[in-house]
């Protein structure tokens, strides 16, 4: 009758377990859709800053590429540099002046620029 027992047990057990282990995974599976259905802000924001910096940058760095203009990608120059570059121009960078790019586009722009690491 022993034998029986550890027989009924293990069956009695093992069901339990399985139910614990899906419930876990539906949890896991859960929080991850969660996580990749929300968006990180900065991400979200460095969306906001494409359009300007395509408009008043694009032409010579294309997605901060190299074109005419050097690429910018990991150039982590800080805000402060960045914005003296471009509002007072280089040998071969003109000027942009807040005409052309206004202060707050301007900030749209950093915050695209900090998303490809051209500012920190």
Do not use: Y
């Not at 093992?14 to 802000?41: D, E, K, Q």
């Amino acid at each position: 009758m022993e034998v029986e027992r550890l027989t009924v047990q293990t069956t009695t057990r093992s069901p339990r377990r399985w139910i614990l282990l899906a419930s876990a995974l539906g949890s896991m599976s859960l929080v991850v859709a969660l996580m990749a259905a929300t968006a990180p802000p900065v991400q979200a924001q460095a969306a906001v800053g494409v359009p300007q910096f395509n408009r008043a940058c694009g032409r010579c760095h294309p997605n901060g590429d190299e074109d005419t203009g050097p690429d910018l990608h990991n150039k982590n120059l800080s805000v402060e540099a960045m914005t003296k570059v471009i509002r007072q121009g280089t040998k071969r960078m003109r000027p942009i002046a807040p005409t052309k790019l206004t202060d707050a586009d301007l900030a749209r722009v950093m915050t695209f620029l900090r998303s490809i690491h051209a500012v920190r």
